[in-house]
């Protein structure tokens, strides 16, 4: 198992760093070196990790116990190279890094020096806020590991910081970043085109402006007033019910109105209505929609 305390080090202090770091300090770790390459880097460690000194790489490899890589996945290979490279480098250093897709396999020059290579993604976004931080606890992790000692270390460091560790088998981590991804960073184009055929409908023939209104002190465009509590409920349905939480016109088979829809969607944008068509095909190909609707959808604009 993973000591009480151990001694952490940083790299790099980007927002998923710099949080991780926070987490790791609230649970009682020692981070007290981070690198910082960019002058926006520094002082976001400086704010938010006031006990971490900025280092160069060799010296926080020399001084950590346990290494947190948080670079974009494709530095982690370089970065672990050098990692690796560093005469100081004590086998049995703890070494993790945050990267979705990636196992330990790309942690393999680190873990012939004899670290323990752990591969730790908290399943969360991040935007460079201290929420970050607080979002962790609520958050899961994707945790892989080379071997039970690697295992029980992983999931003893997620669970400090109050986050779930789930385990990822090596060859199933692209697709579990994927999946994420699908779900995640997928659901931003989703909503921003919603938002976009919402405004063009509020405005009007006259193309009038959408306009905003004023919600707990904050000012949100009346678009996303409208779709917020919509999405949320459809949001929390789904996973508490799967695909039978479907509601709308393709859960009802009602190919004039899904025609219709797209027909208008391509007025706004064609990217809107082609992404429209592809995931209502997808709804009716999983409810064993009527052929004629599975024709309409299936079919190019």
């Known amino acids: 198992m993973a000591p009480a305390r151990l001694r952490v080090g940083i790299v790099s202090a980007g927002r998923v760093g710099t949080a991780l770091g926070e987490a790791l300090a609230a649970a009682g770790h020692r981070v007290d070196s981070v690198v910082a390459g960019s002058p926006q880097s520094a002082a976001r460690a400086a704010q938010r990790l006031p006990s971490a000194r900025i280092r160069e790489l060799p010296d926080l490899v020399a001084v950590s116990d346990l290494i947190v890589i948080a670079v974009p996945d494709t530095e982690l290979d370089k970065v672990a190279a050098e990692i690796a490279a560093v005469d100081s480098f004590r086998p049995g250093t ?11 396999s790309v942690l393999s020059p680190i873990a012939h020096r004899g670290g323990i290579v752990l591969a730790t993604h908290p399943a969360m976004t991040f935007i460079g806020a201290p ?56 659901l931003n184009a989703l909503i921003t085109d919603a938002v976009t055929a919402l405004q063009a409908a509020i405005g009007g023939p006259s193309g009038d402006a959408a306009g905003s209104a004023t919600v707990d002190g904050g000012t949100i465009g009346l678009a996303e007033q409208l779709l917020a509590p919509l999405v949320t409920a459809s949001l929390e349905n789904v996973l508490a019910q799967g695909r039978s939480a479907l509601t709308g016109p393709v859960a009802r088979g009602d190919v004039d109105t899904v025609a219709r829809h797209i027909e208008e969607l391509s007025d706004v944008h064609e990217g809107i209505a082609r992404g429209y068509r592809v995931l209502a095909g997808r709804a009716a190909a999983q409810h064993d929609a009527a052929p004629a609707l599975r024709d309409l959808l299936e079919a190019q604009p």
């Open 131 to 186: 929420d970050d931080t607080k979002r962790l606890a609520a958050s899961c992790f994707g945790v892989t590991a080379a071997d039970e000692i690697g295992d029980a270390i992983a999931m003893t460091l997620v669970m400090e910081l109050g986050a779930t560790p789930i385990r990822i088998a090596e060859t199933s981590r692209t697709l579990y970043h994927a999946a994420l991804a699908h779900g995640a960073n997928n």
């Open 94 to 104: 703890i070494v993790t890094h945050t990267a979705g897709a990636h196992g330990v």
